[in-house]
């Protein structure tokens, strides 16, 4: 089974420590190919990022197509680009806060999204919605910390998210916490360790799903609104994006 990891940002170090992550939970058998576009912003902050964001998710879709990946999770907690991730491959395709908002429902009551700056909590929120989550979402909260600090040397951010997971934990009467950015991923055994409550990385999260979709033979529905996108003419800096029509079916004998 060949696995691919999109960190959608362009940051190379974080995209080592993100497919770190994936390969300590990864099962035997399974490759893990991390990558991080050719194109894009080097961290995913903003409405505005994300956007940017997406044509070179798309591209590394389509590579992995041609390279005949198996499965792929999309590694920023926006889930940038997901449904149109999801038109485009044939197996499945999962994003690291569907998946770590789906399993912290499973291993507790309530839990509180942990991420980067304040700006983003309202997205964070917004897929807590669209994903059934919100009831069991029982706060986001933000240690206002950029997320390539995460990767700074002598950078205090382990510190900081630490003391906002037991924040939540005291404030939120939440008893899960989310890490609700991929740059946290290496950060998640230490405060599980450190508070003594489930902690969800949405990297491992998602590795796994896709691990077990996989395996079932489960990958997105075709039928409707997730099926390969209708092909026309696509101009101007997008123009390599277009899309050839489909081979006609081959008509049986009678």
């Given at each position: ?108 009551s309530r839990f509180s999204v942990v991420t980067t700056l304040g700006r983003t909590t309202g997205q964070a929120w917004h897929l807590a919605e ?57 950060l998640c055994a230490h405060i599980g360790q450190v508070l003594g409550v489930p902690v969800i990385d949405g990297v491992a999260a998602g590795t ?36 050839a029509a489909p081979a006609p079916a081959l008509k049986r004998a009678a």
């Amino acid at each position: 089974m060949r696995i691919k990891i999109i960190n959608p940002n362009t940051t190379w170090s974080m995209t080592e420590k993100i497919g770190a992550c994936a390969r300590s939970v990864a099962r035997p058998g399974t490759e893990i190919v991390a990558v991080s576009p050719a194109m894009g912003p080097a961290s995913i902050e903003s409405h505005y990022d994300e956007a940017l964001a997406v044509p070179g998710l798309l591209q590394e879709i389509a590579a992995g197509e041609r390279e005949g990946i198996d499965g792929y999770v999309i590694a920023c907690f926006g889930d940038p680009g997901l449904q149109a991730a999801r038109e485009l491959a044939r197996g499945p395709v999962v994003g690291i806060a569907q998946a770590a908002m789906h399993l912290a429902s499973l291993v507790g009551s309530r839990f509180s999204v942990v991420t980067t700056l304040g700006r983003t909590t309202g997205q964070a929120w917004h897929l807590a919605e669209a994903y059934g989550m919100k009831r069991f979402c029982a706060n986001v909260r933000a240690c206002e910390i950029p997320v390539l600090e995460l990767d700074a040397p002598g950078s205090k951010a382990r510190e900081r998210i630490v003391d906002e997971c037991r924040r939540a934990l005291d404030e939120d009467g939440s008893d899960t916490i989310v890490l609700g950015c991929a740059g946290m991923a290496d950060l998640c055994a230490h405060i599980g360790q450190v508070l003594g409550v489930p902690v969800i990385d949405g990297v491992a999260a998602g590795t796994q799903l896709i691990e077990s979709l996989v395996n079932l033979r489960l990958a997105t529905s075709k039928r409707g609104e997730l099926a390969q996108p209708l092909p026309k003419p696509i101009v101007g800096l997008l123009e390599g994006f277009t899309l050839a029509a489909p081979a006609p079916a081959l008509k049986r004998a009678a």
